[in-house]
């Protein structure tokens, strides 16, 4: 099966500053790649999402890479705020038949 | 975006006991459901695929008889944890597949936090 690696498990950063966090695959034939945070409590909130046969995208203050041949894709988050407060999940999957998800990444903004 | 709904959002049991989580899609029909379990400050671990009129898809190590799984409908999906012990405490959640258009998306239910005494 898919093994999905996370990294950073917990990452303070400065207000202001960027956060980058990033996820390895192992199943070459996978082709979604979503982006998850998650608040204590609650649901995951789809944030971002990339699709195999794109390299990157770009939402206001978040972006997603995709290296495919290196099998790993990264979160970006630039000009951080204290509510970018929370746990962000990667997620991997091949036609949505499952999805694997990353340990977590725990960010801290400090304000 | 689209809304999915989980109910209860929280239950206390008694150990022996079962306990039934609904998993509805509110405005759009999921062929497919996806039950997961998360462990404090843990991530998302998924449990089973539900699929409309079909048997559940189980992950290895999760046991079928425990955790019984009916997708009765396009709306609705249930996770049943028969003889319920503290160990099966936990954080249950439920996303629902939306397809059509020009992309699939998953949406998560709010989630059910699940104690067994």
């Known amino acids: 099966g898919e093994n999905v690696e996370q990294h950073p498990s917990t990452l303070s950063v400065q207000e202001g500053d960027s956060a980058v966090i990033k996820c390895t695959y192992s199943?070459?034939?996978?082709?979604?790649f979503p982006w998850y945070k998650q608040e204590l409590g609650k649901r995951p909130q789809l944030i971002i999402d990339i699709r195999s046969n794109v390299g990157e995208k770009k939402d206001q203050r978040i972006a997603v890479t995709l290296n495919k041949t290196a099998k790993h894709f990264s979160l970006h988050i630039t000009e951080t705020q204290p509510e970018d407060s929370a746990v962000y999940f990667c997620a991997v999957t091949y036609n949505f038949n499952k999805f694997y998800f990353g340990s977590g990444t725990k960010l801290n903004v400090k304000p | 975006g689209a809304v999915v709904s989980q109910h209860p959002s929280r239950v206390i049991c008694k150990s022996g006991t079962s306990v039934k989580i609904e998993c509805r899609s509110l405005?759009?029909?999921?062929?497919?459901m996806f039950w997961y379990r998360q462990f404090p400050k843990k991530s998302l671990m998924l449990m089973a695929t539900s699929n409309e009129g079909s048997k559940a898809t189980y992950e290895q190590g999760v046991e079928k008889d425990k955790f019984l799984i009916n997708h009765a409908s396009l709306t609705l999906s249930t996770l049943t944890v028969t003889s319920a012990h503290p160990e099966d405490s936990s954080f249950y959640i439920c996303?629902?597949?939306?397809?059509?258009?020009?992309?699939?998306?998953?949406?998560f239910g709010p989630g059910t936090r699940l104690t067994v005494l």
């Open positions: 405005d759009f029909q999921a062929t497919t």
């Open positions: 199943d070459s034939a996978s082709n979604y």
């Open positions: 996303s629902a597949r939306r397809s059509g258009g020009p992309t699939d998306t998953q949406y």
